[in-house]
């Protein structure tokens, strides 16, 4: 095989990962050629170099199966939508609701349905959740004693640790602040299990 320009296999590889990064899914082959200034023809030649020598993985029968060994991971990721500050009402999925969203490595926090709400007040710093911090909570409508969960009750969403007291018929959200005392509800819808904390080092 005659010798291929290590300045297009470069700039090939950083085509796939930028696309990759932005858009979410691979590119074809024809976005390869278009953004790299060369022919198709000449893009497959190189996919396929590329990927028998390592650099990407690639399946020629398959559309957008061009991935980067560097951006791998990535290709496992999850959009996440921020909804807001957990004390400021239900946390809904409308899209008027939503700031923004985020993208995820799977590898790191799972896969779900997930969303993230900002930290509003000091009722769980003991588990290092403080003021701002963003708190990925995993969609669901049910919890074990003892999970950290965002329960409605009635037009207000907190976040506190769960436990249900059946035979009091009563529910104990539990802040984890020394300084605050336990709410006592009679029912609550819980919105999602709190299962990460992202926040910035100080």
């Known amino acids: 095989m005659r010798t291929k320009n290590t300045e297009l296999i470069h700039k090939i590889e950083q085509f796939i990962d930028a696309f990759q990064r932005d858009n979410g899914v691979s590119p074809t082959i024809a976005e390869i050629a278009e953004g790299t200034g060369t022919s198709h023809s000449n893009a497959g030649r190189y996919l396929e170099y590329m990927r028998d020598t390592g650099i990407i993985d690639y399946d020629r029968n398959k559309r ?24 400021c009402g239900v946390p809904k999925f409308a899209e008027e609701n939503i700031e923004e969203y985020v993208q995820l490595p799977v590898s790191l926090f799972g896969s779900g349905d997930f969303y993230l709400l900002r930290a509003d007040g000091i009722s769980m710093v003991n588990v290092g959740i403080e003021e701002g911090d963003l708190v990925l909570v995993r969609q669901q409508a049910h919890a074990n004693p003892g999970q950290i969960v965002v329960a409605l009750m009635e037009d207000e969403a907190t976040l506190k640790r769960y436990y249900p007291e059946p035979e009091k018929h009563r529910i104990r959200l539990h802040p984890e602040n020394d300084n605050l005392e336990d709410i006592y509800v009679d029912n609550c819808i819980i919105q999602g299990v709190a299962v990460k904390v992202l926040k910035d080092v100080r």
Do not use: E, W, Y
């Open 64 to 87: 957008r199966s061009i991935v980067s060994k560097g951006t791998k991971a990535l290709s496992q990721m999850i959009r996440v939508p921020v909804l807001g500050s957990v004390s």
